[in-house]
T-cell receptor, first 116, second 114 residues
Framework: GAVVSQHPSWVICKSGTSVKIECRSLDFQATTMFWYRQFPKQSLMLMAT?????????EQGVEKDKFLINHASLTLSTLTVTSAHPEDSSFYIC????????????FGPGTRLTVL | AQSVAQPEDQVNVAEGNPLTVKCTYSVSGNPYLFWYVQYPNRGLQFLLKYITGDNLVKGSYGFEAEFNKSQTSFHLKKPSALVSDSALYFCAVRDMGSYQKVTFGTGTKLQVIP
């Protein structure tokens, strides 16, 4: 149990386009979902925390208008990178948690975004 | 504020030898502590966690970790390393009183040499 999926697993796009990444909790209802960004050979940086049905809480320094997060249901959250630029190229990882699992975070497999 | 330190960027160990990956933490309250492993271009895989109880926690793939409150440490150990254990390991902490926010260490690359 407690499986989290992400789609797509990798994406290549042109500069200026928008990219949407989906995060799904497959076998549980996630009250909270988290989005992380990981640069090569670095740790995970929390970008934002989202609760179903409410606005995401962004970490300091993360542009809300750049990284749009929607948490429309208890099993789905999306991250849209708007007007992507090469510096947005990174590995994006989501996680999901539930009070049923003592709020432990379960991580998705990640999405590799490359902006040309 | 909570923080995690992984003092070693890389640990090299010969196959069959015991391994230790170090982690120290700082929280204001009681900690939840975690170890995760990451293979190239993959997400994080959960290895083990400490919440309360026994200071020695056993996890997946033969890994274990020892919680030491006085030294604020949570080192990851395995009695006999495998080449397939080569990966990036992250220690993480959550303050029991905090709203779920987990802080990750910078990661330690484990290289098991055949």
């Amino acid at each position: 149990g407690a499986v989290v999926s992400q789609h797509p697993s990798w994406v290549i796009c042109k500069s200026g386009t928008s990219v949407k990444i989906e995060c799904r909790s497959l076998d549980f209802q996630a009250t909270t979902m988290f989005w992380y960004r990981q640069f090569p050979k670095q740790s995970l940086m929390l970008m934002a925390t989202s609760n179903e049905g409410s606005k995401a809480t962004y970490e300091q320094g993360v542009e809300k208008d750049k990284f749009l997060i929607n948490h429309a249901s208890l099993t789905l959250s999306t991250l849209t990178v708007t007007s992507a630029h090469p510096e947005d190229s990174s590995f994006y990882i989501c996680s999901a948690s539930s009070r049923a699992f003592d709020n432990e975070q379960f991580f998705g497999p990640g999405t590799r975004l490359t902006v040309l | 504020a909570q923080s995690v330190a992984q003092p070693e960027d890389q640990v090299n160990v010969a196959e069959g030898n015991p391994l230790t990956v170090k982690c120290t933490y700082s929280v204001s309250g009681n900690p939840y502590l975690f170890w995760y492993v990451q293979y190239p271009n993959r997400g994080l895989q959960f290895l083990l966690k400490y919440i309360t109880g026994d200071n020695l926690v056993k996890g997946s793939y033969g890994f274990e970790a020892e919680f030491n409150k006085s030294q604020t440490s949570f080192h990851l150990k395995k009695p006999s390393a495998l080449v397939s254990d080569s990966a990036l390991y992250f220690c993480a902490v959550r303050d029991m009183g905090s709203y779920q926010k987990v802080t990750f260490g910078t990661g330690t690359k484990l290289q098991v040499i055949p």
